[in-house]
């Protein structure tokens, strides 16, 4: 699965996990399995708040883009990820999220 990251200032957290065809946000997962090459599946049809883009399959792999969420602390990596114009690719296991925040310095 190829997926690009696009930011999102919230405090709601994310969890993604890929599986074959089945994106799992936060425990939910979107199975993309039906999507034929070539097809397209709009975002209005997908019913997630994390998913920022249609979703589709070309040479066999399912792409999209998913929101990113993070906090008022969020390092550089967070706000301007690389996955942002060149996507990650995941074949299993869990999407490689920024931090969601920097922790704050502590002062002794």
Do not use: Q
């Not at 936060?26 to 399995?33: D, I, Q």
């Not at 929101?67 to 602390?73: D, E, I, K, L």
């Amino acid at each position: 699965m190829k997926i690009k990251l696009s930011p999102l200032s919230t405090e709601e957290r994310l969890t993604a996990d890929v599986n074959g065809d089945t994106l799992v946000l936060n425990g939910t997962p979107l199975n993309f399995s039906p999507l034929g090459e070539g097809d397209i599946l709009p975002i209005s049809a997908i019913d997630s708040p994390w998913i920022a883009s249609d979703v589709t399959r070309t040479d066999g792999e399912i792409s999209l883009t998913l929101r990113v969420p993070h906090g008022a602390n969020a390092p550089r990596e967070t706000l301007f990820p690389a996955a942002f114009d060149v996507p990650i690719t995941v074949m299993a296991g869990p999407v490689p999220l920024p931090p969601y925040e920097t922790e704050p310095e502590v002062m002794s």
